[in-house]
């Protein structure tokens, strides 16, 4: 392990000890990839050092979980392809931003051929599902996190479409309602909406009402109704545990459940002040437990069994240290894969319920 300050923390190094504030608020994990948000956040919280896997950059160390972790993260930003989708994806910002801009503060009608175009070409752009994601999250650290994440839920939402085959006017109207479902949120002051500590019970409640924001900004606008309805709805639940009305699933529109599902997937893989990203099986780990009552059993389904299959023969590490790599998938437990240890013997994780996918390599 070394001890480095903010200041020589690289991004793609790995933390090998939980970093935490000098009050003990926890700002990353062991095991978590160093981001430009960890380290700007440590710099704020004066955090004056975090230790990370390795002790030279230029020693194997057995190809550990930190070696192959930065060069993978670095490989992808260093590609000519991410260059180019870094471009585009920088000027979607830009479009989304100035979109609702002018239809907040100005009741301008939302130009959503310009909007598309943008967002269309970044999908087609990408080869495969972890590519996509793969630039996704190198795009992180580097924009706004609200435009990135309505941007972000906007692709993931139109990949949903398209495994449920959907013909190309609903996929456009699928990611129109992805890219404005938190519209609302331009309401809420910065400082609330970024705030890294705990929220208070009114934050928490401004916080909210931002799907009832959104739906007010978008209700006059020239749109689908299922796009405005996507930005009322997409925290309603089946179950009826959802905010701001608990309505069930007969009433919740289709669009705002499978836009619903992107965006909880997006949040939970991406850092957050009080936990660090969630590695993809994680995610799905915590969508079987619940997400069968919280969401339409057709799109949670192929939403879950279309994200474990793009990680099919992928490297992954355990929570107990080892590298593996997925060998089958276990279709009534898509989070729990077989995979196969380096020395070729082979874990049934759907058995063995002390071990985890801790993070995809």
Known sequence: MRRLTPKELEIGMIIAEPVKTPLGQLLAEKDTEVTRQLINRMKLYRVEYAMVEGTDPDTPEAKTHAAASKTHSQKVAASNEFKDFQLKYFQSIDELKKVFNAAYKDSADIDTTELLASVSDLFTCRKTIIELFDMLFNMRILTDPLYSHCLNVGLIS??????????????????LAGLLHDIGKIKIPDEVLNKPGKLTDSEFALIQRHPIFGYDILKKQPLDPRIKKAALMHHERCDG????????DKFIDDYAMIVGIADVYDAMTAARSYRAPLCPFQVLSNFEEDGYQKYKTKYILTFLKH???????????LSDGHACNIVMLNQHSLSRPMVQLDDGSIIDLSTRKDLFIKSVL
């Open 307 to 317: 994200i474990a299959s793009a990680y099919q023969n992928n490297r992954v590490i």
């Open 158 to 175: 139109r990949m949903i479409g398209r495994w449920l085959k959907l013909g190309r006017e609903e996929l456009n109207l699928l990611t």
């Open 241 to 248: 545990s959802g905010y701001p009305s608990k309505l069930t």
